[in-house]
């Protein structure tokens, strides 16, 4: 480690919440834009190939054909993001596997997941499980009313109560800062971003032995560099979240030790089910396809580490 982790005050939670809210939409409008300047040079691109060997390579030029293939991307990335938003939560727990249960056959879990939501002020979401024996949990929806706190079979097996209350408290304070919603659809659009680029280097290969590299240049470089610059933008506010989820969950459950012995099981028993992949991974409460350490490579990491989850819950003021 180096040095102490810095202390939390209470007063940062509203103002952290505020700027977590404010920095999403910002995230959004980025990745957004980000689309539609994809889009531009694509259509620059076909345009340029269009005018044959004789063309002029110019990028600022206006190109029609570019205008339209920014309009166009554009307006997907906003078609996908509404739909995201309208039903992403349902469409996440089919990706995971999840299944709702009722509170007769899991009355712990219901009685813990309506205290968190008590004492957060907000309606009580739904229930789920996801039948392995990984432990972790997660939280989905697009609102408050149509939240979904799961968890998995062998997070229950594994931990007390007070540990299991420390979880709900994380998962409740996804909701209560308004993560997911916005989480669910950056990563539909850093997706989409991804699926684009991927056939854009299609086109690179099959037109450079056509019309030539230097025409392509743009597309290529804008091909690999769009995926990479959208995935860290994500990963890093997604880390950020995981730290002030942490924070809320101390202030809801009154009692930070509850999370810091569930990180501790969690951090060393961490392993991939079905329906967990890149897409999904940020939603749970440790990446279940491993975890990075707090070096240069933290950069692509979805969580912050266990050892510095913990560490900041124990300096908490």
């Known amino acids: 480690m180096s040095g102490p982790a810095p202390i939390v005050r209470?007063?940062?939670?509203?103002?952290?919440?505020?700027?977590?809210?404010?920095?999403?939409?910002?995230?959004?409008?980025?990745?957004?834009?980000?689309?539609?300047?994809?889009?531009?040079?694509?259509?620059?691109?076909?345009?340029?190939?269009?005018?044959?060997?004789?063309?002029?390579?110019?990028?600022?030029?206006?190109?029609?054909?570019?205008?339209?293939?920014g309009a166009a991307l554009f307006s997907i990335g906003c078609i996908a993001t509404a739909v995201t938003f309208a039903a992403g939560g349902r469409v996440m727990l089919g990706l995971i596997g999840a299944g709702s249960v009722s509170a007769e056959a899991e009355p712990q879990l219901h009685n813990v997941v309506?205290?968190?939501?008590?004492?957060?002020?907000?309606?009580?979401p739904g229930v789920a499980v996801i039948e392995t024996p990984a432990l972790n949990a997660f939280a989905t929806g697009m609102d408050p009313e149509s939240a979904t706190i799961g968890v998995t079979r062998g997070l229950l097996g594994a931990l007390t109560r007070e540990e299991l209350q420390g979880v709900i408290a994380h998962e409740t304070g996804h909701i209560l800062n308004q993560d997911i919603r916005y989480m669910t659809a950056v990563a539909v659009l850093v997706g989409l971003i991804a699926l684009l680029c991927d056939g854009a280097l299609r086109v690179v290969r099959v037109g450079a032995r056509r019309k030539g590299a230097i025409i392509l240049a743009p597309l290529l470089i804008f091909a690999i560099l769009s995926p990479v610059v959208a995935q860290i933008v994500r990963l890093a506010v997604s880390r950020q979240r995981e730290f002030l989820a942490d924070a809320t969950a101390v202030k809801l459950a009154r009692n930070p030790?509850?999370?810091?012995?569930?990180?501790?099981?969690?951090?060393?028993?961490?392993?991939?089910?079905?329906?967990?992949?890149?897409?999904?991974?940020?939603?749970?409460?440790?990446?279940?396809?491993?975890?990075?350490d707090d070096t240069a490579l933290g950069l692509f990491a979805t969580h912050p580490s266990i050892e510095a989850r913990i560490e900041r819950l124990r300096n908490l003021g």
Request: glycine share 10%.
């Open 10 to 69: 209470a007063t940062d939670f509203l103002s952290a919440q505020r700027a977590n809210r404010r920095n999403t939409d910002i995230l959004v409008v980025m990745l957004l834009c980000l689309g539609a300047a994809f889009g531009y040079i694509a259509g620059w691109t076909i345009e340029t190939m269009m005018q044959g060997r004789e063309a002029v390579i110019d990028l600022a030029r206006l190109s029609l054909h570019g205008v339209i293939g």
């Open 114 to 124: 309506e205290e968190m939501a008590i004492a957060a002020g907000l309606p009580k």
């Open 257 to 292: 030790l509850g999370l810091i012995d569930a990180l501790e099981k969690l951090g060393s028993s961490s392993e991939p089910f079905r329906g967990v992949n890149r897409a999904t991974q940020h939603i749970f409460i440790t990446n279940p396809l491993g975890e990075f």
